[in-house]
């Protein structure tokens, strides 16, 4: 008799229709058909690649890169890090990675890498003048109104996409033939959830054959895909909290029935902080305690899509957690955000000592947009955690927040705990400026050239700002979260997360 079907509960209607949902994407195969949105044909190694995704750092950070040994053949998921000596002069911020093999490990690179490298050391400031400029683009782009986007998509439909922005939901695990034919449904904005919905139920439609036939795992897979069609309906679903929050309630739902069934099973765990239990999903590398990496979601991600994002720090023997922390995900309306909840991270430290496969002693933090700030805030509020990671975060958001577009500033507002109208009274408490310089915690820092929704120089002066051991990635071409070069800087924050961490 087979298995019974994990989503056949969760399904609202059967359509009578054979699925039209492709067989689902393996890591690579993911991986394939988003860098192809890109134009690019091979991944991490192509010219064109290398052009695209070059860092651009502060000096010291760009002479450990000439310097650094590189190991043969090696791909960026396994690039080897070399630590200079942190008090030496000039060293304190260095940290180099050389994505480009040698002929001869050991020795300095004599490549075009190389001499790129040595043509941006001579570019003093140029990372400012490019803040400048696209500070215009940011400007300009969150002047758009709601009624002018609608009108486009009138014209167009969403299928205009850029393959930029059809980066994110290709990692996700959404195929490239029903992500076309999701997004083509879109004309107007109110069409955004229910286009969603739709790619859910036929998700779920291929679960529940994949179920009725054995293959729990398969199904489990294809429900997870579900349960993230679910959560991109719910980032767009504008005017309506309740419908927002039931579609979101129907991809955790999803999630965690499919979450202990998947290829790399997840768990669901609790963490408790003041009476309230935060919720949140636990990866394990191996059955031996690990390090632990705490994912904090932004604005418009959520722990059920940052967990997908786990497999480079299991591949360096690092543990993830993805945890909802005050205003986001499940307890965004009972627990809203509010300045003084630092102590969240003392509830982060005391709960890892009881959870399995965990290393207590060695915590590490990855914020995202608004919560790569938080992630700054409780690293310097609970010394205890060993490193952090800033990506593409805030720094201060007084001068902009007024300027920001009617999207941004309604998820941002959400996240917080405050209506878009009280958004700028809450904007100094938000500000990191009186406490970078006395961060004492190792700080990486994210940042995205084309970032439309946080100013691409506000990476940039938390990086300096910032008083500890500090790393710069800055993306050129990147956009906010750096969704367009997800796997690259996934991959070298896991590198520099196990460094610091000791693996």
């Given at each position: 008799m087979p298995q019974r079907p994990i989503a056949a509960r969760q399904m609202q209607f059967r359509p009578s229709r054979a699925s039209p949902v492709p067989f689902p994407l393996s890591n690579a195969e993911r991986l394939g058909h988003a860098e192809r949105s890109r134009g690019l044909q091979a991944p991490l190694r192509s010219p064109a690649n290398r052009r695209i995704d070059r860092a651009v750092h502060d000096r010291p950070f760009q002479r450990c890169l000439a310097d650094m040994p590189a190991q043969v053949g090696k791909p960026l998921s396994e690039i080897s890090f070399h630590t200079p000596d942190l008090d030496a002069?000039?060293?304190?911020?260095?940290?180099?990675?050389?994505?480009?093999?040698?002929?001869?490990?050991g020795k300095r690179p004599r490549t075009p890498h190389a001499r790129v490298s040595r043509r941006i050391l001579a570019r003093e400031g140029s990372v400012f003048r490019l803040a400048r400029t696209v500070g215009i683009k940011f400007l300009v782009a969150n002047r758009v109104p709601l009624a002018v986007l609608d009108l486009v998509l009138r014209l167009v439909s969403a299928a205009a996409l850029s393959s930029a922005g059809r980066y994110r939901f290709l990692l996700a695990g959404i195929h490239p033939r029903s992500l076309t034919t999701t997004l083509r449904r879109v004309r107007r904005l109110h069409d955004w959830p229910r286009a969603w919905v739709r790619a859910a139920h036929d998700y779920l439609l291929a679960a529940h054959e994949?179920?009725?036939?054995?293959?729990?795992?398969?199904?489990?897979?294809?429900?997870?895909?579900?349960?993230?069609?679910?959560?991109?309906?719910?980032?767009?679903?504008?005017?309506?909290?309740?419908?927002?929050?039931?579609?979101?309630?129907?991809?955790?739902?999803?999630?965690?029935?499919?979450?202990?069934?998947?290829?790399?099973?997840?768990?669901?765990?609790?963490?408790?902080?003041?009476?309230?239990?935060?919720p949140g999903y636990l990866c394990l590398p191996s059955d031996r305690p690990a390090p632990v990496v705490v994912f904090l979601n932004g604005a418009s991600t959520v722990k059920e899509e940052m967990i997908g994002w786990a497999q480079p720090f299991l591949e360096r023997g690092l543990a993830v957690l993805a945890l909802d922390t005050p205003g986001s995900g499940e307890i965004a309306d009972s627990v809203p955000a509010a300045p003084g909840q630092e102590d969240v991270g003392w509830a982060i430290v005391e709960a890892a000592r009881?959870?399995?496969?965990?290393?207590?002693?060695?915590?590490?933090?990855?914020?995202?947009?608004?919560?790569?700030?938080?992630?700054?805030?409780?690293?310097?509020?609970?010394p205890e955690f060993a490193a952090a990671v800033a990506v593409t975060a805030p720094f201060d958001p007084q001068p902009y927040v007024g300027a920001l577009g009617e999207l941004v500033r309604h998820d941002v507002a959400l996240a917080a705990g405050v209506t878009p109208e009280h958004l700028p009274r809450l904007a100094p408490t938000l500000s990191l400026e009186p406490i970078a310089p006395s961060l004492r915690t190792p700080l990486l820092v994210v940042g995205a050239g084309n970032d439309l929704v946080v100013p691409p120089s506000e990476s940039l002066r938390l990086y300096r700002a910032a008083g500890s051991i500090k790393h710069l990635l800055f993306f050129e071409r990147a956009n906010h979260v750096a969704f367009t070069h997800l796997e690259q800087w996934t991959a070298l924050a896991a590198a520099w997360l196990a460094v610091m961490l000791g693996v």
């Open positions: 002069p000039d060293r304190r911020d260095c940290l180099a990675a050389s994505p480009h093999p040698l002929k001869h490990a994949r179920a009725v036939a054995g293959e729990v795992r398969l199904a489990a897979e294809y429900q997870r895909v579900a349960a993230l069609c679910y959560h991109f309906a719910h980032v767009l679903a504008l005017g309506d909290h309740r419908y927002r929050q039931q579609l979101y309630t129907s991809a955790v739902r999803l999630f965690r029935a499919a979450a202990p069934h998947l290829e790399r099973p997840i768990l669901p765990i609790e963490i408790p902080w003041h009476g309230i239990a935060l009881t959870l399995p496969g965990v290393d207590p002693r060695r915590i590490a933090l990855l914020g995202v947009s608004l919560r790569g700030a938080y992630a700054v805030q409780l690293a310097h509020a609970v």
